[in-house]
């Protein structure tokens, strides 16, 4: 995302309509990642299972009119401008 000083320029990643399945913001490119929780028992870290971690996506319209996936991070920083 680019901010200048006339306007708010916010480049997108790819321009097609995104589905929920794909999970990708439009605007940073966040995606999921692996996560481990570490259970200590004692005094040794027992092996875990990982877990996949989601970024929190919702739609988003932008002044264009498209309708993006977007993290809340990035909605964040569109409101403020």
């Not at 875990?48 to 993006?68: A, C, E, H, I």
């Not at 977007?70 to 569109?78: E, L, N, Q």
């Amino acid at each position: 995302m680019k901010n200048n000083k006339e306007g708010a320029n916010i480049t997108l990643l790819n321009s097609k309509y995104k589905t929920m399945a794909e999970k990708i913001c439009t605007i940073c490119g966040k995606k999921s990642g692996m996560s481990v929780t570490l259970v200590k028992l004692r005094g040794k870290y027992n092996p875990t299972n990982k877990v996949r971690k989601y970024p929190n996506l919702q739609w988003l319209r932008l002044g264009s009119g498209k309708r993006v996936l977007a993290c809340a991070k990035c909605i964040k920083r569109t409101s403020r401008v």
